[in-house]
């Protein structure tokens, strides 16, 4: 082997080495009464004391410029009614990215100098809405979109403790 392919080698053992240690280092987020979780980004830190009524919790970034909210809700309006709901952005926002499929939406908008990026999943086995919030800085997009692409890509449903068997009948 020439040298150059043995240090590209190392090279390319070394990167892997450091991914794999920053996705291990990604730590596991479960709500125990709505059932849905979300890996959350190494140094993310929770905000406490959580919702009183158990039903997510919040994360800030190191830096105090992001957040990430991972949440249940029970569903308790028409599907449609709610899959409109979820597409809105805050008052004073403007949609930047929108996409649906058939139990679950995803929606992206600004509001002023911020990124508001929202994923929802209908799980109508639970009768609940498994949300995703995240909200960071315009200025920071470009540092922000794998953060983004791998929590997103990471929340599931599954039955919480409040499972209601009959909400989807």
């Excluded at 990430?68 to 004073?92: C, L, Q, T, W």
Aim: net charge positive; with cysteine; glycine share 8%.
């Amino acid at each position: 082997m020439s040298r150059a392919s043995a240090t590209t080698l190392s090279l390319l053992l070394i990167l892997f080495a450091a991914c794999a240690a920053q996705a291990a280092s990604w730590r596991a987020y479960h709500n125990p009464r709505f059932g849905v979780s979300a890996r959350i980004p190494p140094g993310w830190t929770e905000n406490r004391p959580g919702p009183a009524n158990g039903d997510g919790a919040a994360f800030t970034s190191p830096d105090k410029r992001g957040t990430i909210s991972v949440s249940g809700i029970f569903s308790v309006s028409p599907i449609a009614d709610e899959f409109a709901e979820r597409a809105k952005p805050d008052d004073g926002g403007v949609i930047a990215y929108s996409q649906r499929g058939p139990n679950w939406i995803i929606a992206s908008w600004t509001k002023g100098d911020q990124i508001i990026y929202r994923k929802s999943i209908f799980a109508c086995n639970t009768g609940v809405w498994n949300d995703l919030d995240i909200e960071y800085p315009v200025a920071d997009k470009a540092r922000y979109d794998s953060i983004v692409k791998q929590v997103a890509a990471s929340l599931k449903a599954s039955k919480g403790a409040d499972y209601l068997p009959s909400m989807c009948k």
